[in-house]
Nanobody, 125 residues
Framework: VQLQASGGGLVQTGGSRRLSCIAS????????VAWFRQAPGKDREFAAA????????YYSDSVKGRFTISRDNAKNTVYLQMDRLQPEDTAVYYC???????????????????WGQGTLVTVSS
């Protein structure tokens, strides 16, 4: 599967932004899809994931309550709605996918074998 992330840009503190991850290929509904992010000078970190099948969602503590991940299997698309953005949310955001990923591994990037190119979100203070 190939992933295309989009929707990044410049936003003011407290604002909102929606990222999209469009997948090409078959059986999209069998993939857990996640968003990871990498801030300048820092390691890449998990932000959110949506499971295959049940569409259960998972969030890191740093985004919980502010970000919402969702999927539309008919459009092969996963969204990340980001609200109440803060300067520390500034990062390159990557979407990633893994087929039939075990629930224990949703936040671990090495288990994701398909990655999009990243989209930059900059939150100005």
């Amino acid at each position: 599967v190939q992933l295309q992330a989009s929707g990044g840009g410049l936003v003011q503190t407290g604002g909102s932004r929606r990222l999209s991850c469009i997948a090409s290929g078959r059986a999209f509904n069998s993939y857990t899809v996640a968003w990871f992010r990498q801030a300048p000078g820092k390691d890449r970190e998990f932000a959110a994931a949506v499971r295959y099948g049940t569409s259960a969602t998972y969030y890191s503590d740093s985004v919980k309550g502010r970000f919402t991940i969702s999927r539309d299997n008919a459009k092969n698309t996963v969204y990340l709605q980001m609200d109440r953005l803060q300067p520390e949310d500034t990062a390159v955001y990557y979407c990633a996918a893994a087929s039939f990923l075990h629930d224990n591994y949703y936040s671990i990037e090495r288990y994701y074998n398909f990655w999009g190119q990243g989209t930059l979100v900059t939150v100005s203070s």
